[in-house]
């Protein structure tokens, strides 16, 4: 059963992801090649049809799902209302309504303060949720929709003296007193950061910087995971059977209180996931039998999936099963090699977890600190104890109010002492990795590998994995570098230039980018994150064609985080310029060795008092034959003066009226053109003029199509655009 069940949930997980990755394949084509798959197979083994079927069945969840959430776009409409969450952002809140006629979700962002429960009317935009457009990022789109909701609604006009029902839901107004007065007794009770921290526990919400605890490994400890909810039940278990409860009817009480609980602060996958093994733990209690954990595990799995097939895309799904997953298989196993003792189990505990989460870690995080494994065995237990303080405040405060004044206290003193160990242990860095992003099935396969090398029996058994395993890497590290292209990337840096070629390992920049705004800057949240994810440390140099911030803005923040041993531009740059970056200069003529071509300098600005965008270096590109010709902001004026042969063509000035004339695209003559400009940016950019000019010829434009990405072969050249005008991608 175990074994069926198994392949119910990998064939749910396939059908889910086919969706996801396949979204507008028809539905009858897949359901005729997986019911003939299922029909050849069924002799030969029940499992495998199951398995087609569960494919099948997941693929039609995730689009009866799709349909229901029904993220489709919709411009000044009038809508009313309710609100049903309410979590604090950077700086506004950021609330979940619920739309009255169509009943969908969306997100909300508003610095006006409003309550759960309240119900308005206004108008507004119904916007898709952003989404990332470079690879590797974060999505808050997969995000959202992991959480049912596919929309943003962008209010006109939305002030808190704006008209406002409250709802009569029972539930929502539960909602709502119970955030208050979690607020009110702790806010009243704890410092500002302590009380930051326990609100942020028990609400789900984001008010403490969780940078140095997610470093460390502790991010389970600021967001509402198995563990706090297991800690729950163990409580009112006890508590109840104090007042002579039986075991039975205390689970009872206890699971119908954790399940108003989860309501109240949003279902998390890592509680339902509780709730639901927990109830077949106990069902099992109640009619004598015993439960096979990772089964009612795998169970649990599935449900979730039923309610939200995209909860495949949550992370706090995946490390939520992959946890319990190595408590129920993992720690058994490991824990037979260290002595009996209290504190080395606890160690055979934490590394267990640690070690079989590591290859998702890896992939969602980047990052893997080796102090984790001490973090956690510090301060969890620590926090074991704030959690079952924080617990037992909640439930006594409307009692014994002030009498708690003690409890408070050593509760302020427990979270600072937490605190302040994350502060320390994440400052030491020498035990630290950064990791490129790898696809997922590398981590599927470090966690086979793990969990094989763990419950191995045999040294027979354990040499064959091992031949196996050898032989997968070393096959696919040699596919993987067979016919290795040269890459030339259009980062979508918004409004701005940031180009970068991968020649053969040795990386180079032509622009930098650099737009920064109230709270965004493209260095911190594109820039420097997607470089670090395909696994960067040094840039060869840095080709800047102009001092203009969304051209060179970037260059301080990719100077702190990596090493780059030039930068090259034109004589005309600023004396400030000069002196802090202390350029090389290129001039009209010289080139710039590559591995498969060279880097030619066709225009070095000219002498005298003119436009600074005029000031920009010109360069022809020429990769295996392939030639790219890119001119920053340079106007017509002195483009057509130019006599330049290119196959592609970078637009000046993201595409300006005053730039890339139709004489100089003809005497140009490229295949292909790039466009590199912000979306809804206030300049108009590209106009209508510039697109007019480029005609027929190939556009891609960030706008449209994200990261842009020309492999260049030896022979032929391939163009990838990571947005595919879908809507997970």
Known sequence: MKKRIAFILLGLILGILGFVNFENIHILYLAGTLGALCFFTYAKSKDYAIFFLAVLLGFSLASFKFSRINPREKSNVNIGFTIIDKKKSKNSFRYTIKIDKSKQKAFMFNEAD?????????????????????????????????????????????????????????????????????????????????????????????????????????????????????????????????????????MVISLSLALIYAYIIGFAYSILRVLIVSTIIFLGFLLRRGVDRVKALMVAAILILFINPFAILNTGYILSFMTMLAIYKIYPRLKVYFKEGFLRKNIAFTTSIQFAVLPFSVYYFRYFNFLSIVANFIVVPVFEIAMYLIFGLIFLYPILRSLLKPGFIILDIIIRSIINMTAVLSKIKIFSLEFMTESIIVSIFLFVLIFVLTNIKTKKNLGKFLQTAIAIVFISLV????????????????????????????????????????????????????????????????????????????????????????????????????????????????????????????????????????????????????????????????????????????????????????????????????????RDNSYGHPSKEALNNVGKIKKYNTQTDGLVKINFYKGRVKVEKYLKGGFFR
Do not use: W
């Open 114 to 250: 409003f309550d759960i429960g309240d119900k308005l009317e206004c108008q507004g935009d119904l916007k898709l949720v952003n989404t990332n457009t470079n690879p590797n990022l974060f999505s808050y789109r997969l995000y959202a929709i992991s959480k049912g909701v596919g929309l943003e609604f962008k209010p006109s006009k939305l002030n808190p003296e704006i008209s406002r029902l409250k709802s009569s839901d029972i539930f929502l107004g539960l909602r709502r007193r119970f955030t208050a007065y979690i607020n009110r007794i702790f806010r009243k009770n704890l410092s500002k950061d302590s009380a930051d921290f326990v609100i942020s526990i028990t609400l789900a919400d984001n008010l403490f910087d969780r940078e140095d605890i997610n470093r460390l490994g502790l991010a389970h400890i600021l967001a509402i995971s198995g563990f706090h909810f297991d800690l729950l039940m163990t409580l009112m278990v006890s508590i109840l059977s104090i007042f002579d409860f039986s075991y039975k009817k205390s």
């Open 479 to 678: 596919v993987r570098n067979l016919d290795r292209p040269i890459e030339y990337q259009m980062i979508d840096i918004g409004q701005g230039d940031a180009f970068l070629l991968n020649d053969k390992g040795k990386y180079y920049m032509v622009d930098v980018g650099g737009p920064k705004y109230k709270d965004y800057n493209s260095g911190e949240r594109i820039l420097v994150p997607y470089l670090k994810s395909i696994g960067i440390k040094e840039i060869e140099a840095a080709f800047i064609s102009h001092e203009d911030s969304d051209h060179a803005g970037n260059l301080d923040i990719l100077r702190k985080n990596f090493t780059v041993k030039n930068i090259i531009t034109d004589d005309k740059v600023s004396k400030e310029f000069k002196h802090k970056y202390k350029p090389v200069f290129m001039k009209k003529g010289d080139d710039f060795k590559l591995s498969e071509g060279n880097i030619h300098c066709v225009y070095d600005g000219t002498d005298g008092v003119i436009e600074k965008n005029d000031q920009s270096l010109g360069l022809v590109i020429d990769i295996r034959g392939n030639k790219i010709l890119t001119m920053g902001d340079l106007s017509s004026t002195y483009e057509d003066k130019l006599r330049v042969k290119a196959d592609i063509l970078k637009l000046s000035h993201h595409g300006s009226a005053h730039s890339s004339s139709k004489k100089f695209i003809k005497e140009v003559d490229p295949k292909m053109v790039l466009i590199s400009a912000g």
